[in-house]
């Protein structure tokens, strides 16, 4: 979930991410009625993203693959998210998790364990 709670991230085996507008949703709304609001560009990632973290300070997130990326995403004006920053690693990475003050921690497919900060 958003850090204010609004909206919910998704990743998935298709290499693709979704933002859902949870916010919309009342005791009486079907589960299954509600769309994503934004969904990625076509090949945001080469393979299976693996994870996604918010940052909280805004509606900015992360997601990671199999691919050996990070990518951050922005948010654009609107409803629409766009390609922030990207970097790629020697192996894949499997984990993303975003600390309050911004650090952002990778988990590697390999075991090991990298924090690093937005630039």
């Given amino acids: 979930f958003s850090p204010d709670s609004q909206y919910l991230l998704s990743v998935s085996r298709d ?4 933002v859902w507008d949870v916010s919309a949703l009342s005791d009486t709304t079907p589960e299954h009625s509600i769309a994503p609001l934004a969904t990625s560009p076509p090949k945001a990632h080469s393979r299976i993203i693996w994870d996604c973290s918010w940052f909280s300070e805004d ?3 992360a997601t990671v693959s199999r691919d050996k990326r990070l990518v951050l995403w922005d948010r654009v004006e609107g409803r ?7 970097q790629a690693f020697d192996t894949p990475v499997t984990a993303v998790d975003i600390s309050v003050d911004g650090l952002i921690l990778l988990g590697f497919e390999s075991g090991s364990l990298k924090i690093c900060r937005r630039t």
């Fill in 59 to 61: 509606l900015s997130f």
């Fill in 80 to 86: 629409n998210w766009t390609l922030g920053c990207s």
């Fill in 15 to 18: 290499r693709d991410w979704a």
